[in-house]
Nanobody
Framework: QVKLVESGGGLVQPGGSLRLSCTAS????????MAWYRQRPGMQREMVAV???????SYRDSVEGRFDISRDTAKKTVDLFMNNLKPEDTAVYYC?????????????????WGQGIQVTVSS
């Protein structure tokens, strides 16, 4: 059974920084994309940052230049470095990992999620 565990959330003042970490345990097959999503109060879950297996990164516009995503595939970890945090970054942040299992006949895709971790930006 695969489990993703997030850490590093909490309360921070506007302009501050936080680092979120996520580690996968269990048999995950071959991890492809790793990502962070968030769900702000009263809103739908949205993608924050994605890093592909070959290291390409993409971000939602509102965090571009402030957040940085990195991964260690061997350790099955993905981090999100958040700088210059704003009150509108307040949300529950979720770690996501996609994986695949390739056989002779078919490729099977898997999608794993963490439980979520609260980030609150407030003075």
């Amino acid at each position: 059974q695969v489990k993703l565990v997030e850490s590093g959330g909490g309360l921070v003042q506007p302009g501050g920084s936080l680092r979120l970490s996520c580690t996968a345990s269990g048999s995950t097959f071959t991890i492809t994309d790793m990502a962070w999503y968030r769900q702000r109060p009263g809103m739908q879950r949205e993608m924050v940052a994605v890093i592909t297996r070959d290291g390409r990164k993409s971000y939602r516009d509102s965090v571009e230049g402030r957040f940085d995503i990195s991964r260690d595939t061997a350790k099955k970890t993905v981090d999100l470095f958040m700088n210059n945090l704003k009150p509108e970054d307040t949300a529950v942040y979720y770690c996501n990992m996609e994986a695949e299992r390739v056989t002779v006949l078919e490729t099977y895709d898997y999608d794993y999620w963490g439980q979520g971790i609260q980030v609150t930006v407030s003075s």
